[in-house]
């Protein structure tokens, strides 16, 4: 089972930046593939941003050009970085993994979660 724990969140006025942070259990972290989504009230959860390894990398395309994840394999910690923050933005953000590298991140289900760590943007 890998847990994730994330940290970061709060609150912030439109236009500033934020940094994530989700650390991982496991040995294998490296291999992991990673996630991260949000849920805004009465909202659906999206995806906002998934990695591959340490290369293969995709956005959605409202966070395009905004926001950034990366990742530390020796701190198996995965990172997401929001600059040029909207109101849009405010939500429950989840950090996910699984440790399937293959699965198609924001379109596959995966399979681990974490308890999601809040942003607000104020206007």
């Known amino acids: 089972q890998v847990q994730l724990v994330e940290s970061g969140g709060g609150l912030v006025q439109a236009g500033g930046s934020l940094r994530l942070s989700c650390v991982a259990s496991?040995?294998?972290?490296?291999?992991?593939?990673m996630g991260w989504f949000r849920q805004a009230p009465g909202k659906e959860r999206e995806f906002v941003a998934g990695?591959?390894?340490?290369?293969?990398?995709t956005y959605a395309d409202s966070v395009k050009g905004r926001f950034t994840i990366s990742r530390d394999n020796a701190k198996n910690t995965v990172y997401l970085q929001m600059n040029s923050l909207k109101p849009e933005d405010t939500a429950i953000y989840y950090c996910?993994?699984?440790?399937?590298?293959?699965?198609?991140?924001?379109?596959?289900?995966?399979?681990?979660w974490g308890q999601g760590t809040q942003v607000t943007v104020s206007s």
């Open positions: 496991g040995r294998t972290f490296s291999n992991y593939l």
């Open positions: 996910a993994a699984d440790t399937n590298p293959f699965k198609r991140v924001g379109v596959d289900p995966l399979n681990h």
């Open positions: 990695i591959r390894w340490s290369s293969g990398i």
